[in-house]
């Protein structure tokens, strides 16, 4: 039975928008900076439609709509009534005065982007079902179209605005998804640039050319500071007004840090065991008589603090 956020009689799910497109290394730089240099900060939303956009964006049409799609996605741009508009997110990544990783070389910064289309589904709805809802570690592509088929189907029987998206554009979509994780060229040289973004986080490979399969466990590349982020995100969307939340919510609920980040619970109980220090006592941890959570010490903590420090620690460690 579907729990969380796709359980929402009224939510509505989202299968196009990339125009079949995974996200690439050099797309949200090229939507920010549109942005950020229009007059006010604010771009017309005919920026991405124009006949010229092809031209400004250096890319083809199609291409120019995936741009929009992922910057949007990814929280770097923001609708804001007929314009576009960069966010604190979008300022702290790409900013030319002060952004942290314009050109995605940063593995926290791919951590990021990945727990921005997979921790919530309006936009990316079938990136969210693989990560928090296919349940089987070794799958092909029909298990994940055909239940997304069926959800579908389970949606418009209650939703006014019908979900218009063919059979063929769920097929689309999650050829999308598979392509955004999983190498399409083994063994043999690729361009970063061209390769898609989230490729290097290794979290799904084939085992054949049909059949792929999750990387569950520890993920030594993921910084503490971009899961303490992912935490409070979580904590916010799931249960905001809870003081506590337990090893199993944070491991299996739809929308959590093991989930997203495919943690097992040796793992993500291995970072709840220190988050008290690298949280700044924001979060404490206990272990107490078989029970295991986690306690929110303090309500108003910024979440761009976590991200600087994701990226603190970075600079730390590759300077050592």
């Not at 969380?4 to 290394?25: I, K």
């Not at 570690?137 to 939703?159: C, G, M, S």
């Not at 640039?193 to 059949?211: D, M, N, Q, T, W």
């Not at 980040?261 to 988050?275: G, P, Q, T, Y």
Request: charged share 25%.
């Amino acid at each position: 039975m579907m729990r969380g956020p796709l359980a929402n009689p009224t939510f509505r799910a989202q299968f196009s928008g990339h125009e079949t497109f995974p996200l690439r290394h050099l797309w949200l730089k090229k939507a920010y900076d549109q942005v950020a240099a229009a007059e006010n900060g604010a771009a017309p939303k005919a920026l991405f439609t124009d006949a010229d956009a092809i031209v400004t964006f250096g890319v083809g049409k199609n291409m120019v709509g995936s741009i929009r799609h992922w910057a949007l996605t990814c929280g770097i741009l923001e609708e804001d009534g007929e314009v576009f508009r960069t966010t604190p997110l979008g300022n702290f990544l790409f900013s030319d005065e002060s952004g942290v990783d314009p050109f995605l070389e940063a593995p926290a910064t791919l951590w990021l982007l990945h727990w921005m289309m997979a921790g919530t589904p309006e936009r990316s709805t079938t990136w969210f079902y693989v990560f928090n809802h296919l349940t089987i570690q070794t799958f092909d592509h029909e298990a994940i179209a055909a239940p997304l088929r069926d959800y579908r189907e389970q949606q418009n029987a209650v939703l006014k605005n019908k979900i218009r998206a063919s059979d063929a554009t769920i097929k689309r979509d999650v050829e999308c998804f598979l392509r955004s994780y999983v190498p399409t060229r083994h063994g043999k040289f690729s361009d970063d640039l061209f390769e898609p973004a989230l490729v290097p986080l290794g979290l799904i490979r084939s085992v054949s050319s049909k059949s792929y399969q999750f990387r569950r466990g520890a993920k030594p590349t993921l910084p503490d500071g971009i899961f303490l982020y992912a935490l409070h995100e979580f904590w916010s969307r799931h249960s905001p007004d809870q003081k506590t939340l337990s090893v199993e919510a944070l491991t299996f609920e739809p929308g959590s840090p093991g989930r997203v980040f495919k943690l097992d619970e040796d793992a993500l109980v291995e970072r709840l065991a220190r988050i008290e220090e690298s949280s700044d006592r924001a979060y404490l941890w206990s272990d107490t008589a078989g029970v295991r959570n986690v306690a929110r010490r303090r309500e108003n903590t910024d979440p761009m603090s976590f991200l600087a420090f994701a990226y603190e620690t970075a600079l730390q460690r590759s300077a050592a």
